[in-house]
């Protein structure tokens, strides 16, 4: 069974820094692209990060430059450190794993950027 389970989301202040996991069971963590979504309320889901297998990545233009995603092959873990949180970072943020044909999803992390 595919299981994401992602934690490190709080509140922060704006300019601020969280650093969230996602632990990953039930499949071939090394070789499967994982991804990093957020939602915010009345919003699409949209793709914040990806990174490959070949640790690759890819970033939304929104957070070029302030997000970075990793990976620990050994710890089956996806890892997103967020630098310089503004106010529209607030959203729920899902691992997301690419994994034979389907994408599984976390239960969810929320992020919340205010003063």
């Known amino acids: 069974q595919v299981q994401l389970v992602e934690s490190g989301g709080g509140l922060v202040q704006p300019g601020g820094s969280l650093r969230l996991s996602c632990a990953a069971s039930g499949f071939r963590f090394s070789i499967t692209t994982m991804s990093w979504y957020r939602q915010a309320p009345g919003k699409q889901r949209e793709l914040v990060a990806a990174?490959?297998?070949?640790?690759?990545?890819n970033y939304a233009d929104s957070v070029k430059g302030r997000f970075t995603i990793s990976r620990d092959n050994a710890k089956n873990t996806v890892y997103l450190q967020m630098n310089s949180l503004k106010p529209e970072d607030t959203a729920v943020y899902y691992c997301?794993?690419?994994?034979?044909?389907?994408?599984?999803w976390g239960q969810g992390t929320q992020v919340t950027v205010s003063s």
């Open positions: 990174i490959t297998r070949g640790s690759s990545t």
């Open positions: 997301n794993a690419a994994w034979l044909g389907n994408n599984y």
